[in-house]
């Protein structure tokens, strides 16, 4: 447990975990490999693989093209869907659908599908922000995910499988998923084997097909991860986590700042950039009279003036338990002018807390119940205080989160 959740909201799943892996998660040639094992022919692997990626089927038993007998020994070996349970509820106007996922152990994720309306000369979008995580292990005090805890990593396909309820509710209405973006629960980086497994089966033309400049991974700045990522060469869209430039009161609201400063993980941006062509987005959350203050705007303008970066700014979604609210719009106004006057490219985002998936977490942590009132209000009472002695400037002498960083 993270050093700022609280304890008991999520217990570990109550079931065990089916053993089967999901068949999204499972690559093409592995596939080919299981059927020419059991000297069954190679192309049973593409039926299955057109059955998962473009079919109609539901289940295992559905898939007609392969034969009654093979299909008893996939559902032996496979699972068709790693999604046992989805909840749905729509928000904003029905412009967005919040999905909270049950997995076969009972861990619960969420999902959250965006609609843009076309507008101007623009196509209408939709993006479904996933999860990584069942919780995560950073602890931001701000985030309900980090609120959770950490209960484990999702497995290759349980990432898949959220795109591909999404993208069947979608086409239902005749409507395709143009973007997803890894801003849901959990820190992407810190289950990267899998996120990347993830990315390559939502890429690859021959499964979900989905272009790779539509696929944005967020990190809350672990360091080695962006580096692997750097060096695999230009994936997709890479977002930094930032909320803050000065690292006494980033320690506050992104644990593994200490032990990823902000010197480090900015330093990898740019490579990142460098090295890929592509413009690093930053996102910054602001929390009124916390990180929103004239300095920490002109702290965040030195830090990237001249860079190749795009900051969004996002008003703070209410979250139970902290003792926070939102920066004012016109705050957020402010801060903003700040950093395009160092000549920073910066988005306000408006209207809808959802914006980048911040709403994430919320529904599990409502499901997870009320935690102690002691504890809820020891909590509160630490954040003041840790964030007052950030705004003096004082680094944290808390540690680092356990099962953050080597
Ligand atoms: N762990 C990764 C990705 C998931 S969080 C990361 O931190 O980048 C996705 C984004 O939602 C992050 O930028 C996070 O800071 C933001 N976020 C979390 N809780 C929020 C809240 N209550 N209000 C606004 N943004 C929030
Ligand atoms: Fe984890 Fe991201 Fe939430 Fe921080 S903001 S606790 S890194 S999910």
């Known amino acids: 447990m993270s050093a700022s959740s609280l304890p008991l909201l999520n217990p570990p799943g109550p079931a065990p975990r089916d053993p089967r892996p999901g068949l999204s998660g499972v690559a093409p040639a592995e596939l080919e490999r299981w059927f020419v094992d059991r000297d069954r022919p190679a192309y049973r692997a593409r039926q299955v693989a ?3 990626w473009g079919g109609r089927a539901a289940s295992v038993s559905e898939i007609s093209t392969v034969p009654a007998a093979v299909r ?60 990584s995580q069942a919780g995560c292990a950073v602890g931001c005090p701000f985030c309900a995910t980090g609120e959770l805890g950490f209960t484990r990593d999702l497995e290759t ?24 973006v890894f801003m849901g629960m959990g820190e992407p980086l810190l289950n990267l084997d899998r996120v990347l497994e993830a990315v390559d089966a939502l890429n690859d033309p021959a499964r979900f097909g989905l ?22 060469g230009p994936q997709f869209t890479l977002a930094v986590s930032l909320h803050a430039a000065r690292d006494a009161l980033r320690d506050v609201l992104v644990p593994l700042n200490r032990r990823w400063p902000i010197a480090e993980v900015v330093e990898a941006a740019r490579a990142h950039a460098r090295a890929t062509g592509r413009r690093v987005s930053y996102e910054v959350t602001l929390i009124a009279g916390v990180n929103d203050t004239e300095p920490d705007a002109r702290a965040m303008a030195d830090l990237l003036r001249g860079d190749h970066a795009h900051v969004n700014l996002i008003p703070m979604n209410p979250v139970a338990h902290t003792p926070w609210t939102a920066s004012p719009m016109d705050v957020i106004e402010r801060f903003a002018a700040t950093l395009r006057s160092a000549g920073i490219a910066t ?9 980048i ?21 020891r909590r509160r009472d630490r954040l003041v205080e840790e964030s007052a002695t950030a705004l003096r400037g004082e680094r944290s002498r808390a540690a680092v989160p356990a099962g953050v960083g080597e």
């Open 357 to 377: 998936g911040a709403a994430c977490g919320q529904l599990a942590a409502e499901r997870a119940g009320e935690p102690p009132a002691a504890a809820v209000a």
């Open 50 to 52: 057109d059955a998962i």
């Open 72 to 131: 008893a020994e996939i559902e032996a070996a496979f699972r068709f869907d790693t999604v046992a349970d989805t909840e749905l509820r729509p928000a904003d106007a029905g412009l967005t659908e919040k999905a909270l996922h049950r997995l076969s152990d009972g861990a619960l994720v969420e999902s959250v599908l965006m609609h843009y309306p076309a507008r101007g000369g623009q196509r209408e979008r939709h993006t479904l922000c996933i999860s």
């Open 347 to 355: 988005t306000v985002r408006r209207n809808r807390g959802q914006e």
């Open 157 to 180: 396909a349980e990432i898949v499988d959220q795109v591909r309820h999404a993208a069947r509710r979608l086409a239902a209405d005749e409507r395709r998923l143009t973007n997803v």
């Open 211 to 232: 272009g790779a400049r539509h696929i944005t991974v967020s990190t809350s700045g672990v360091v080695p991860g962006m580096r692997r990522l750097t060096a695999l």
